[in-house]
Every structure is written in structure tokens, then in C-alpha cells.
């Protein structure tokens, strides 16, 4: 199965993809100090996940994917502001993708309670109809196939 991938850093055709690098990241403690709140709402999405859903892959020990250009283009944009490469990636056959609504992750100001519910939405992979936020998090083996984009060298 083909996905993409946005990486900070140039990665090799052919070279698999480090499974757990978000999750080793965001417990870093300068990680930690310069975004409290990210740091608390995964830590919130993780307890929901091995309470109610254990089956689901843990975003901590996860690759993330999209299966399509078309949405890895729009997070390249809005999210890394162009500063990210893009890659095509084939999933290999232990490589399950788990399809989750991004825009259920943002929770800045939203009370506990609200939280609670978009992670429950979340890992029952609730969706908008038509999303063009929709992220794979998988925790098999994906390998790079070819850069498709570069950083942009404009900014």
C-alpha cells in the first residue's frame, strides 16, 4: 500500500521509517516545557487509548502516514509551513494503518471534558464526511519509496 510521509529530515530511498520518534520527542523535558499543553493532550489521548481501545496502535511507538498527496500537501502547508520533505512510502504487510480524524487532536482551550471525548472519538475512528484531515498511524513496517517534495526554498 502506498502513503506519504512528511519528515523534517532528508531520508534515503529504501530506508524504513523509525517507528516511536513523536512519542520519544514529546516526552523530552525540552520538549515538554516548550509545549505543556500538546504534551498533557497526547498524554490524555495515550490513557484513553490503553483503557478503552488497546487493540489501536499508540501514537507514542507510531509512524504517521497519508494516504493521500493531497492531505500531506495541505499539513506540508498549514502545519510545517513548507519546511518539511514529503516522501511516498510502501507499506509492507505487517503494516496496518489506523485512519483517525486529525482535527479531532486540536484541544487548545477546550475543558477536560471535551477532551475526553474527542480522544473517544478519535480512536473510534469517527470522521468527517469527505476529510481532508484524516491521518494513518501505523506501527508495522514502511519504507521510503522516493522523495516527492523537497523544503520549499522560498521561505
Known amino acids: 500500500m502506498l502513503m506519504y510521509h512528511l519528515s523534517k529530515r532528508e531520508i534515503r530511498a529504501g530506508s524504513q521509517l523509525t517507528r516511536g520518534v513523536y512519542g520519544e520527542r514529546i516526552r523530552r523535558d525540552d520538549f515538554l516545557k516548550a509545549a505543556y499543553g ?21 501514537r507514542f511507538k507510531a ?23 514529503i516522501y511516498s512510502v510502501r507499506l509492507a504487510e505487517d503494516a496496518q494503518p489506523f485512519l483517525a480524524e486529525m482535527e479531532l487532536l486540536r484541544t487548545d482551550g477546550l475543558p ?5 471525548e474527542r480522544a473517544h472519538a478519535y480512536w473510534q475512528q469517527k470522521q468527517q464526511p469527505e476529510s481532508m484531515s484524516l491521518e494513518a498511524i501505523c506501527t508495522g513496517t514502511v519504507l521510503v519509496e522516493e522523495l516527492i517534495l523537497p523544503p520549499s526554498s522560498i521561505l
Do not use: G, M
Open 63 to 85: 509512524v504517521f502516514l497519508f494516504a493521500d498527496l493531497t492531505t500531506a500537501k495541505a499539513f506540508w502547508a498549514n502545519q510545517d509551513h513548507y519546511q518539511s520533505y
Open 38 to 58: 500538546s504534551y498533557l493532550k497526547e498524554e490524555i489521548f495515550e490513557d484513553i487509548r490503553q483503557r478503552y481501545y488497546p487493540d489501536a496502535p499508540s
Open 112 to 116: 477536560y471534558s471535551d477532551i475526553l
